[in-house]
T-cell receptor
Framework: GAVVSQHPSRVICKSGTSVKIECRSL??????MFWYRQFPKQSLMLMAT?????????EQGVEKDKFLINHASLTLSTLTVTSAHPEDSSFYIC???????????FGPGTRLTVT | SQKIEQNSEALNIQEGKTATLTCNYT??????LQWYRQDPGRGPVFLLL?????KEKRKERLKVTFDTTLKQSLFHITASQPADSATYLC????????????FGAGTRLFVKA
């Protein structure tokens, strides 16, 4: 199956700093990428959907100025958590789709801890 | 709004037995339903997709059923192995169409040797 990577896998940052997470589709062109957040023992919550070359569409309740998403190429999307706070600590997972709605390939996730 | 319910209690079974997980949904008639496996600290891995016109789908030791009248899907793992221990997520396409996917909270399965 298709491979999606995320970097870093774990990151610890201080409150008030910004953190960038990269999501790459390694062997296919991802026309659409998704960013999810998952708290312990809870379901994946979609944060935003991004299409290559256009602005991301954010879900209700997700602050677009706090969670900056860039999908500059067909193989790379980045999520930047700006001015991170302890409540932003979570597991962030990206997924990528090559064009068929039912086919999403997930990255391994990034564990963010804000101290 | 769309709602997906999976048993929040962990399922513990003995190796070799069949594990059966349930996914119920409301307020929606999805065109398809998906099952994913998620290991701790990892992203979900796609397992199976079943469409609304399919009653049952199989893949190796996995079997999924889809009852659109009951609004329920059952996920079976036959001849279960300790390596099958993971959280299994049910997922549906968003009501508005497009690419949005709604996930259930998952059911944790433990298979004891």
């Amino acid at each position: 199956g298709a491979v999606v990577s995320q970097h870093p896998s774990r990151v610890i940052c201080k409150s008030g700093t910004s953190v960038k997470i990269e999501c790459r589709s390694l062997d296919f062109q991802a026309t659409t990428m998704f960013w999810y957040r998952q708290f312990p023992k809870q379901s994946l919550m979609l944060m935003a959907t991004s299409n290559e070359g256009s602005k991301a569409t954010y879900e209700q309740g997700v602050e677009k100025d706090k969670f900056l998403i860039n999908h500059a190429s067909l193989t790379l999307s980045t999520l930047t958590v700006t001015s991170a706070h302890p409540e932003d600590s979570s597991f962030y997972i990206c997924s990528a789709s090559g064009g068929r709605a039912a086919e999403q390939y997930f990255g391994p996730g990034t564990r963010l801890t804000v101290t | 709004s769309q709602k997906i319910e999976q048993n929040s209690e962990a399922l513990n079974i003995q190796e070799g037995k069949t594990a059966t997980l349930t996914c119920n949904y409301t307020n929606y008639s999805p065109a398809y339903l998906q099952w994913y496996r998620q290991d701790p600290g990892r992203g979900p891995v796609f397992l199976l997709l079943i469409r609304e016109n399919e009653k049952e789908k199989r893949k190796e030791r996995l079997k999924v059923t889809f009852d659109t009248t009951l609004k329920q899907s059952l996920f079976h793992i036959t001849a279960s192995q300790p390596a099958d221990s993971a959280t299994y997520l049910c997922a549906l396409p968003g009501r508005a169409g497009g690419f949005k996917t709604i996930f259930g909270a998952g059911t944790r399965l433990f298979v004891k040797a």
